[in-house]
Each structure stands twice: as C-alpha cells, then as structure tokens.
T-cell receptor, first 114, second 115 residues
C-alpha cells in the first residue's frame, strides 16, 4: 500500500530536549516536504526537498532542521524545542516529474512542548 | 507574496443542498491550484489540480473551476460523508528562495452536511 509514515504520532516533551520526527515514503517519490498546521493559520511549509541531499526552506523554517540522506526518508529535527513549536506536523511527498503540488500526506504527528 | 483566502470559514448544509466554496488567490504566475480534503485526525487528501483559467475538474459530487483570481469547489447534492475540511493551495511559477516548489495553503473551510 502506498503510504507516508510518520513517527511518533503523538509526543509530549519538554523545552530544550532534542527530538526527531521521522518520515518515510514507499512510493519512490523525489519530492518531500514538512508542514505544520495550527488553528487559524492553516498549513505552513517548514522545509522541502527535491531529491537526495537537496533541501530548501519553506515559510517557517526557524527552529527546525531536516536531512535527506536517502530518497525514502526525510526526518524533521527540533534541536531545542520551544512551546511555540507545539503543533500538528505533516510530512508529504510527490513525484518530481509530476506536479509537486499533488501531495501524499502522512497521518500527522501531534507534538506538545511543555 | 502569494496569498490564498478561502470563504466561508465554515458551512453547514442539509443533505442534498448544493453549494459552492470559494478560494481567491494572489500569485506571481500560477503553476497550479490544488484542492484537498481533510478529515478529522487525518492528513489532507489530494482532490484536484487546475492549471489555467476556464479549466474544470469533476469527481463524484465535486466540481472544481478556475478563473484568473479564484477557484470554486461546487458540491452538488452533498451527503453526510462529504463533511470535511476543504483546503485550497497555490503554487507559483516564480522562484522565491532558489526553489520554486513552495506551496501556499489557505486556512481551510469546514463543511458539515447534516442528514
């Protein structure tokens, strides 16, 4: 089954404790992206990657890091989480050759930073 | 700066009561306009891509249309299972930060269809 898998789905952590949210897709997609979704603000892009070792900032990259060492994986790293990073996070992927706006989304990771 | 505005923010319909959702946009060269559906606790699910004014796409009870300034998602004879949040997004053809793959979403519109 074609899917984008995120882990963990739910996480409560404390300020400053480094964490990683993993994202893996099994569709051989070149393009991957991270979004955060907040009430009243909608979906905002954090980072995206057009292929292995190629990443770029989205609208709200501050406080986040990403890496793309393998085609299928695109982890989101919060080096020193703060309460304003409490949010619902989505990973998404698509074919590069197609339109990268036609995204497959994961189920989401709800992060709470205390 | 690319902007997307969706209206209304929420809409309640009776089953069978047709209506339209609006997505107005400002973009520097439209590469594509996208509609997604999001169910509670789930990730958005892709519905349609529209590329140029005058284009239309249909899927079951949904029909998406595009003009130079806005897109409409028409829902004909909706059913309770059409209840969801509908998201609109645009992708610009102009590179902003060395890449041209930025996708800008609207805040979404929550549709409730009562039986």
């Amino acid at each position: 089954e074609a899917q984008v898998t995120q882990n963990p789905r739910y996480l409560i952590t404390v300020t400053g404790k480094k964490l990683t949210v993993t994202c893996s897709q099994n569709m051989n997609h070149e393009y991957m992206s991270w979004y955060r979704q907040d009430p009243g603000l909608g979906l905002r892009q954090i980072y995206y990657s057009m292929n292995v070792e190629v990443t770029d900032k989205g609208d709200v990259p501050e406080g986040y890091k990403v890496s793309r060492k393998e085609k299928r994986n695109f982890p989101l790293i919060l080096e020193s989480p703060s309460p304003n990073q409490t949010s619902l996070y989505f990973c998404a992927s698509s074919f590069w050759g197609g339109n990268t706006g036609e995204l497959f989304f994961g189920e989401g990771s709800r992060l709470t930073v205390l | 700066e690319d902007q997307v505005t969706q209206s209304p923010e929420a809409l309640r319909l009776q089953e069978g009561e047709s209506s339209s959702l609006n997505c107005s946009y400002t973009v520097s060269g439209l590469r594509g306009l996208f509609w997604y559906r999001q169910d509670p606790g789930k990730g958005p699910e892709f519905l349609f891509t529209l590329y140029s004014a005058g284009e239309e796409k249909e899927k079951e009870r949904l029909k998406a249309t595009l003009t130079k300034k806005e897109s409409f998602l028409h829902i004909t004879a909706p059913k309770p299972e059409d209840s969801a949040t509908y998201l609109c997004a645009v992708q610009s053809g102009i590179s902003t930060q060395g890449g041209s793959e930025k996708l800008v979403f609207g805040k979404g519109m929550k549709l409730t269809v009562n039986p």
